[in-house]
């Protein structure tokens, strides 16, 4: 009885790997523009894509970021300055990115670059926290990708944006969960809307990986300032004891994060060169086995898995 099933099953898994093996030809002959590449996911990526013969427009926010990433690769690889949340900024590096590619067009676009600090109970934020993480994650990608759109349409190419399995499960508060559900609709959106174009978009929701957003000291001071910044009445609704608690749990967080980032890189890869890119991708163990797969339960239980180790704050407790 279970025989036909897992032969049929065993055959849809064998064509599905077959099919996602074909990878494109004349790789050389392509652009490929990557934002946030002073560390991280983009660093490697664009060293990744460097030595596998691609023409790589690697866009950094510092000096120092462009300098060291040059001397790590080829002398095919050119790099620009670039601050997404800037309008200037973006058109100055689209101009730039133009008169390099010219009639080639550019084949791909990849929205890497990023922030998640501060992470902390929503109550403990302002607006301005809030648009600071959404200028980079959420508006910034959307002005990149406008502003090199007729290139990438010119090449018929593909746009990669950087999303996070946190993308498809709220389990922190602040401003990173909200610009991560708002790149997984953008890009849905976009892939409809460039369809007849023959490009093609791909979402790249990471886990918990080890890159300079995901580090425990990267959020640690932000919370702090957070908390001594509250006004009284809403320390008091939390309590000192829920702030240590909530400080404590950061550090497990981020420690597990796995050090293998070339997961998520080689995934970014196949999404530009493999002639039927997944639509989604979604590299770490802990995102296949447990945020995904929990973001799909009834939400009594969805959110009793997301609380049972939350701290209480000192309201509950009177």
């Known amino acids: 009885m279970w025989l036909p099933l897992l032969v049929f099953v065993g055959l849809l898994l064998l064509y599905r790997w077959y099919r996602q093996s074909h990878i494109l030809e004349n790789l050389s002959d392509k652009y ?3 934002t946030g590449c002073d ?11 460097d030595k596998h013969g691609m023409k790589v427009l690697a866009a950094c926010l510092t000096e120092k970021g ?13 790099t620009v300055m670039l601050d997404v949340t800037d309008s200037e900024s973006v058109s100055s590096a689209a101009k730039w990115a133009t008169d390099i590619v010219g009639d080639a067009g550019l084949w791909g676009l990849v929205n890497n670059a990023g922030i998640a600090a501060p992470v902390s109970p929503n109550a403990w934020q302002t607006k301005a926290h ?9 508006l910034g990608p959307f002005d990149v990708t406008v502003s090199f759109l007729p290139l990438i349409i010119k090449a018929r190419g593909r746009i990669v944006n950087v999303s996070s399995c946190f993308g498809r499960l709220a389990v922190v508060g602040g401003g990173y969960c909200p610009s991560k559900f708002g790149v997984e609709a953008f890009s849905d959106s976009l892939r409809r809307e460039l369809h007849d174009f023959g490009v093609k978009v791909s979402i ?3 886990g918990a990986f080890k890159t300079p957003i995901c580090m425990t000291e990267t959020h640690v ?15 008091d609704y939390f309590g000192e004891q829920y702030y240590q608690k909530y400080i404590q749990n950061l550090t497990p967080l981020f420690e597990t994060s796995s050090l293998k980032i070339h997961y998520v890189t080689d995934c ?3 999404a530009l060169t493999a002639v039927h890119p997944w639509a989604r991708y979604s590299p770490g163990f802990d995102c296949k086995l447990y945020y995904i797969p929990v973001s799909y339960l009834p939400t009594v239980l969805c959110d009793y898995l ?9 309201y509950y407790l009177r």
């Not at 809030?130 to 959420?138: C, D, M, R, S």
């Not at 997301?306 to 000192?314: D, E, G, H, I, T």
């Open 32 to 34: 490929v523009f990557i």
């Open 39 to 49: 560390s991280g996911f983009g660093n490697l990526l664009a060293k990744q894509l």
């Open 66 to 78: 462009a300098e060291n990433l040059k001397k790590e690769a080829s002398s095919r690889l050119q």
């Open 130 to 138: 809030f648009a600071k993480v959404l200028n980079v994650n959420l």
């Open 204 to 206: 790249i929701e990471p």
């Open 221 to 235: 001071k932000p919370v702090e300032h957070l908390w001594s910044n509250l006004p009284s009445q809403i320390k």
């Open 268 to 270: 970014m890869e196949h």
């Open 306 to 314: 997301l609380c049972r180790s939350s701290p209480k704050p000192a």
